[in-house]
T-cell receptor, first 117, second 112 residues
């Protein structure tokens, strides 16, 4: 595997389900990100992890719970989602220097297409 | 409030033509302006980026033009090819650790 991989690629879940999205980066980066991509809207930054520590939470509802066990893996745990949460969820990674994420050159995974019924 | 405004929302161009996408920003502290290309089923990929110390940057058929006084920058795709059909996003950030503020995207379709 190379680059940034995400699983599953597609997910359909009911509002009462609990599911998790997985991201893995094979680039040796130290910073990882979750973005939400909705049609015709700018990418929305959700969370940032830098050297496994969460450094950014962009007022994301608590029904989204991130986890970063190490610099190569990032999870997004989902529970009690709403239909408006249906979107493409993108993971990205970048180099981090001096303990801060370098947002500039980010490498994105292919995303997980989430549908909430 | 959207910090980067992108237009048009969609664009159809004939093979061999020029595709032009425009972005405008408000924050004069922004100093890094990348463009991302996204194909269906794929994540965005960095295409080309510019910093405000130059007014133009060219990489192959892709050129960024930057107008600091107007707070605008644009992507030109010369000799557009069907393989260029994708969604293009502009973005802006401040410094190496500033958040990337993305535009809403432009869907480009290049017809044969």
């Amino acid at each position: 595997e190379t680059g940034v991989t995400q699983t599953p690629r597609h997910l359909v879940m009911g509002m009462t389900n609990k599911k998790s999205l997985k991201c893995e980066q094979h680039l040796g980066h130290n910073a990882m990100y979750w973005y939400k991509q909705s049609a015709k809207k700018p990418l929305e930054l959700m969370f940032v992890y830098n050297f496994k520590e969460q450094t950014e939470n962009n007022s994301v509802p608590s029904r989204f719970s991130p986890e970063c066990p190490n610099s190569s893996h990032l999870f997004l745990h989902l529970h009690t989602l709403q239909p408006e949460d249906s979107a493409l969820y993108l993971c990205a990674s970048s180099q981090a220097a001096s303990g801060r994420a370098s947002y500039n050159e980010q490498f994105f995974g292919p995303g997980t297409r989430l549908t909430v019924l | 409030q959207q910090q980067v405004k992108q237009s048009p929302q969609s664009l159809i161009v004939q093979k061999g033509g020029i595709s032009i996408i425009n972005c405008a920003y408000e924050n004069t502290a922004f100093d890094y302006f990348p463009w991302y290309q996204q194909f269906p089923g794929k994540g965005p990929a960095l295409l080309i980026a510019i910093r405000p110390d130059v007014s133009e940057k060219k990489e192959g058929r892709f050129t960024i033009s930057f107008n600091k006084s107007a707070k605008q920058f644009s992507l030109h795709i010369m000799d557009s090819q069907p393989g260029d059909s994708a969604t293009y996003f502009c973005a802006a950030s401040k410094g190496s650790w500033g958040k990337l503020q993305f535009g809403a995207g432009t869907q480009v379709v290049v017809t044969p």
